[in-house]
């Protein structure tokens, strides 16, 4: 395998890992729901994304062929979970969820 190819797949991997850890330090910091949701959502996708890319990258370079299949679970991530935060979000919104006085409302609210 080149040298370019293995940095490249390292720093998809470690690009991964960094963003997942993030985000599941948010997840587990953060001090009410609406918060929280914005760590698996924004940070974790990226950071499964990446490591999906590294792994398309690796079987790609390694084998001599793209797996259409990676790509497709990399895409299908990428459209839903931003739906499924949504969905969690206004469904938390329309039973009233309350906030901590931590976070701030919406400015359009006062």
Known sequence: MQAFAEYLIAGLLLTGGA???????????????????????????????????????????SEGQVHVAEILITVFLFLTAPVSANILAKAAMHIGVARTPETHGNPWDQ
Not at 22 to 29: F, P, S
Not at 42 to 54: E, N, S
């Open 19 to 61: 963003f997942t850890l993030i985000g599941a330090i948010g997840l587990a910091r953060l001090p009410d729901f609406f918060a929280r949701l914005h760590a698996p959502t924004k940070a974790t996708t990226l950071g499964v994304g990446a490591i999906m890319l590294g792994s398309v990258a690796y079987f790609t370079v």
